[in-house]
Structures are given as structure tokens and as C-alpha cells.
């Protein structure tokens, strides 16, 4: 079974916007990560927030992490073609396994 | 090698027959992890190794999977008598973290799997 649900499923921008996907999940966490796939790629990590931390920067990306609400929002600014791509948010569970969301799918237009 | 590389990275089996899919991790990592990703969903944990012990295979959905990692390096997913359900992309993950800690994943491109 999942931990997170994403939301939106699907999102469809035009370049140079902004994009906000977010992540709800279930049980108490120590982490939370972001990945992102690329259609018939594996997973390739982007920031990970740790349950005491509120924000974090990475370059163009922005994660939120609220324990209270247990949701996690990802924002990418100012978006290019490239970041099209499958978006997830995973929690951790025992043993140091990830628990994936059902992602969200960015499309973003030239 | 520099990332994880997972073979063959395309099969296709009729049913029944049994397939091996192999995952070679980034060298010294010692947690490696197998997922299970069913088209336009998220990836299911499958089973996880620590070195060559495999401390957890609560996610393997029958007893026609079986995974190995015996040198705690290159680790196997067997099935078994495959079925149509079967029929997915199969992830491997590595990551240097070990134990109760959960750190970045490294994953492979991924084995599909297609069940005739």
C-alpha cells in the first residue's frame, strides 16, 4: 500500500510558470523526499526535509513540510520544457525503505 | 560502475515461465532495495537487503518472488511461474545509508516486465 497521495495527478503549464504539486501523507515521518521520473527512466532524488525543518531551497525548488497537517508541498519556479516529468513524494518506513506516492504528472509547454 | 545498472532492461515472458532480473548497485552501498512500479503509478516496496541479509521482504506479493544478494553486492528478483498481474517495471535501488536510516535512493532504469 502507499503512504502519500499527490495533488494534482496531472499538471500542464506553460514554460517560464510556476508549479506547485503536493504531497498528504498518513503516519509520523523523520523524512520526506522528492523524486522526479522521467517517462521510462528510474527515480532520480531531488531534496530531502527532515520532520524538524519547515522549508527548503534547491536551486529552482522550493519544499514544504507541515507535521501538523502531515503534507508536504513542491514548488518548482520558473519552469522549462525539461522539467516535464512524473513527480513523487516518498516517507520513510522501516529499515530505510521509501514509501512512494501516486505522483504527480507535469507537463510543461514551450 | 558509476550508478546502478539494472538487466535485461526489457523482457518479455509467456506465462509461466520464470525470469531473473538482475541489479548491480553502486559499489559499496549497503542497503539495496527492489521496488515494483505498475504503469502510471507509484513505486511498491518489494523487498530490501543490508549487505546480503535481507531484513525485509514484507512487499514481495507472493511466493513466486524470490531475491537474493549473496556477496552483498549484485543482487537477483526471481519469479516464478510468471502471471499477466506480474507484468510491471521492477526498480532497483541502492543507497550507503544502512540500518534504521533512510538517505537519498540511487535508483537503476528499471527492468519491465511483460507477461504474454
Known amino acids: 500500500s502507499q503512504q502519500g497521495e499527490e495533488d494534482p495527478q496531472a499538471l500542464s503549464i506553460q514554460e517560464g510558470e510556476n508549479a506547485t504539486m503536493n504531497c498528504s501523507y498518513k503516519?509520523?515521518?523523520?523524512?520526506l523526499q522528492w523524486y522526479r521520473q522521467n517517462s521510462g527512466r528510474g527515480l532520480v532524488h531531488l531534496i530531502l526535509?527532515?520532520?524538524?525543518?519547515r522549508e527548503k531551497h534547491s536551486g529552482r525548488l522550493r519544499v514544504t513540510l507541515d507535521t501538523s497537517k502531515k503534507s508536504s508541498s513542491l514548488l518548482i519556479t520558473a519552469s522549462r520544457a525539461a522539467d516535464t516529468a512524473s513527480y513523487f513524494c516518498?516517507?520513510?518506513?522501516?529499515?530505510?525503505?521509501?514509501?512512494f506516492g501516486q505522483g504527480t504528472e507535469l507537463s510543461v509547454k514551450p | 560502475g558509476a550508478g546502478v545498472s539494472q538487466s535485461p532492461r526489457y523482457k518479455v515472458a509467456k506465462r509461466g515461465q520464470d525470469v531473473a532480473l538482475r541489479c548491480d548497485p553502486i559499489?559499496?552501498?549497503?542497503?539495496l532495495f527492489w521496488y515494483q512500479q505498475a504503469l502510471g503509478q507509484g513505486p511498491e516496496f518489494l523487498t530490501y537487503?543490508?549487505?546480503?541479509?535481507?531484513?525485509?521482504k514484507s512487499g514481495l506479493p507472493s511466493d513466486r518472488f524470490f531475491a537474493e544478494r549473496p556477496e552483498g553486492s549484485v543482487s537477483t528478483l526471481k519469479i516464478q511461474r510468471t502471471q499477466q498481474e506480474d507484468s510491471a517495471v521492477y526498480l532497483c535501488?541502492?543507497?550507503?545509508?544502512?540500518?534504521?536510516?533512510?538517505?537519498?535512493?540511487?535508483f537503476g532504469e528499471g527492468s519491465r516486465l511483460t507477461v504474454l
Open positions: 559499489s559499496g552501498h549497503v542497503s
Open positions: 535501488a541502492s543507497s550507503s545509508a544502512g540500518g534504521m536510516n533512510t538517505g537519498e535512493l540511487f
Open positions: 503516519t509520523s515521518i523523520n523524512n
Open positions: 516518498a516517507t520513510d518506513g522501516t529499515w530505510g525503505k521509501l514509501i
Open positions: 537487503f543490508q549487505n546480503e541479509a535481507q531484513l525485509d
Open positions: 526535509i527532515r520532520s524538524n525543518e
